[in-house]
């Protein structure tokens, strides 16, 4: 009978606490560790070309380009007045010093609203070189100039009256010059 008074539950139920806590980390750890060591260069360096762009192409056609992290994105191109003309749907990714580009879905401005549609995916890739942090050139020839970042820039929804890229900016101009005055 002594015996039984001394057996306590104790360094069981202390032993499956660890095994449980130890099951937990590794249940957490290892998809992130595994999700670091999964990340390739072209992966980081997607993710330093992510966000909203003004860029510039040749002929000096102003394009906003939209180049989120996983992928997907946007392009828009617009007239030298700042009108929104067109857009697509982009899905890029970064092979090395090459980025690669499939376009999709089409947007366009008429009497003053957005219409957009998605038709599918353009059987052509476009490959554009990186050749430096601001520029790439296009298998054909043709240069991208990323000129800054647009924080501000939303998407143009389907209805949605069109855009105008410097419309913004002369907002801000004008609440500068009456605050000046």
Known sequence: ?????????RPVFLSLLQAYVL????????????NAQNQTPDQSTARQWA????????GDEQLV????SDGTGFAHGFRKDGQLTHGFAI????DGDTVR??????LHCNSGMVYAQFTGWSPVTLDFNVIDGRHWRQHNGGILAFQRRLPDWK???HGAECPNLYEDQHKESQQTASAGN
């Open 155 to 157: 998407t143009p929804n």
């Open 51 to 58: 966000g909203n762009w003004l860029v510039v192409g040749q």
């Open 1 to 9: 009978m002594k015996l039984l008074r001394q057996l306590s539950f």
């Open 65 to 68: 380009w939209q180049l989120k």
């Open 101 to 106: 580009i499939r376009t999709g879905g089409t």
């Open 23 to 34: 099951v937990l980390a590794v249940f957490f750890l290892v998809p992130m560790l595994a």
């Open 91 to 94: 899905s890029w990714r970064i």
